[in-house]
């Protein structure tokens, strides 16, 4: 089995959380793959980045997931190992990424979201995500 190091980010615009659709129809968070000695935070921001064209900062980590698919190309299992990170945008203004394989995409009400998100780990990371967030901005505005 190949195991690949990810990174990805929730990236939330008040009550919004950003989601692509891939060309499987499925509806996903950006992530990608940790190569060539990059750090973590660094991937997940490059590919919310690229993929959406959306500039983020990041608030938080908040946990990490895996997932298990057979590679047609490479003829073997594969295990992508995902560390999250909470991220917001003031900029809502999407630029999908076609070239990265996605149809569509955009801000989406959080209660949408969780009714468009495709995977079961996806939606317990937005859950987790959007608590989290939204305790950190409440703090945010009282301290400050």
Request: aromatic letters at 10%.
């Amino acid at each position: 089995m190949i195991v690949r190091n990810c990174a990805g980010g929730v990236v939330f615009s008040d009550d919004k959380v950003l989601l692509l659709k891939n060309k499987k129809g499925e509806w996903v968070f950006p992530k990608g793959v940790i190569r060539n000695g990059d750090l973590s935070h660094e991937v997940a921001l490059k590919r919310v980045k690229e993929e959406a064209g959306i500039s983020a900062q990041i608030v938080s980590t908040v946990g990490h997931t895996n997932y298990e698919f057979f590679s047609v190309t490479r003829h073997k299992p594969v295990c992508n190992k995902v560390a999250w990170f909470i991220m917001k945008s003031s900029d809502e203004k999407v630029n999908i990424s076609e070239k990265d394989k996605f149809s569509e995409g955009g801000f989406y009400h959080i209660k949408e979201a969780l009714n468009l998100v495709t995977y079961s780990q996806d939606k317990s990371i937005l859950n987790l995500s959007y608590r989290s967030f939204v305790e950190i901005t409440e703090n945010d505005k009282k301290c400050c």
